[in-house]
């Protein structure tokens, strides 16, 4: 037990002489009790902290290695922590160093760099939690190839995305779902930018992708040639897709939109069998298909249950929100045709604000009373 004279580490003799007289097991219950005594001291003074830092660097190395990890984690605790310190807490306390980094109030950039250098890929995913980051350290944890470290940055609303973070964490979310997800729940990211990951998002998140669309403009697509040397006409396409969907010829489907729209069959297939309707809202609407007409095929396609009212609603909404041009730039960056970046221009830039009005209620929204009492005059006919 440590006298209550030595709380302040006075005198600091007295601790020296306890090192030099004593063997390892009086060096561990030192270590102990001097961390201890720091940690409760609250705000040290200067001259405090740094008599501390050379007994612990005394202390530390001559310790056994359950004293230090023991040390460490009681010193980790303490208010204030010179680097020199942190070091001391980082390069002993073993299978704690995660709760300290979650919990540590502050840290100096030069231990974080310390710990980055080293490659501990859990411990830079946690750094890459924290909100006292600076540019120094993000560069460093933005130049590692971890999906871990990249899902905690995209998770970390601290950070806002831009210049070359933006543009590292949209690449990222192409190859890892996860980083995908974690930006879609952001409010300050571009969901457009989510677009080549669309079929990797969850249903909400793919309608949020469809809305970033909404009201801008877009660089030309590419696949727009394609879809202008279609003799097709819109019409035509929306009644044979209703045809089929109401049929469940979703392999039919497949071939067809595959032949009008020049994606994989791979890709086609999981548009013909996306039961939220969201990705074929993307291809009925880059053809050119209106509310009332995208929405009879939207009926069929889409799952019966009780969120489909709503999920209809949002689209007659987006019929008119969206261009055909701009799914059709969404279609492009589905085949990595295009680089969402430009989107970041501002001539590309949404040109109203969302409305902040109360949404209409799908019981009551027309055109999509007006698509449902459509095909159930289809169906009268069909069943006289």
Known sequence: MVPPEMLGFQPYETFQLLIETGGVDRTNTLLIAACDAYARRGKPTVPEMEQFEVLAARLFP????????KGAAILGRAEVLSPALERLVVDNIGEDLIPFLEGATELSDQTMLDIIARYDVMACATLATRADLS????????QMNSRKVYRALAANTLITPRGAY?????????????VAEALGRRDDFDAALLAP??????????????????????????????????????????????KLFSENRRPEVTRLLAQITGLDEVRCGQIAHDVTGASLFVILRAFGATA???????I???????????????????FGAVSPESMAYLMSAWRGEVNLLEL???????FTQPSK???????????????????AKIGVRRAG
Do not use: C, W
């Not at 540019?135 to 933005?142: D, E, M, S, T």
């Not at 933006?166 to 996860?178: E, G, T, Y």
């Not at 009332?292 to 939207?298: I, N, P």
């Open 62 to 69: 001559t310790a056994g290695p359950q004293a230090r990890a």
């Open 357 to 375: 009005r109360t949404a209409m209620s799908p019981a009551h929204n027309p055109v999509v009373e007006q698509a449902i009492e459509a095909l």
């Open 300 to 318: 069929y396609a889409t799952s019966h249950d009780s969120e489909r009212s709503r999920a209809l609603a949002d689209f007659a909404t987006l």
């Open 166 to 178: 933006l543009s590292a964490l949209a690449r990222s979310a192409q190859m890892d779902h996860l």
């Open 197 to 242: 990951a669309f079929f990797d998002l969850s249903d909400a998140h793919r309608v949020k992708v469809i809305q970033a669309f909404a009201n801008r403009t877009t660089p030309a697509a590419p696949i727009s040639r394609t879809i202008e040397q279609l003799s097709v006409a819109s019409g035509e396409l929306t009644k044979a897709l209703m």
């Open 135 to 142: 540019n120094v350290v993000l560069a460093k944890l933005f």
């Open 292 to 298: 009332y007409d995208g929405l009879k095929v939207l």
């Open 344 to 350: 970041s221009k501002p001539q590309h830039q949404p």
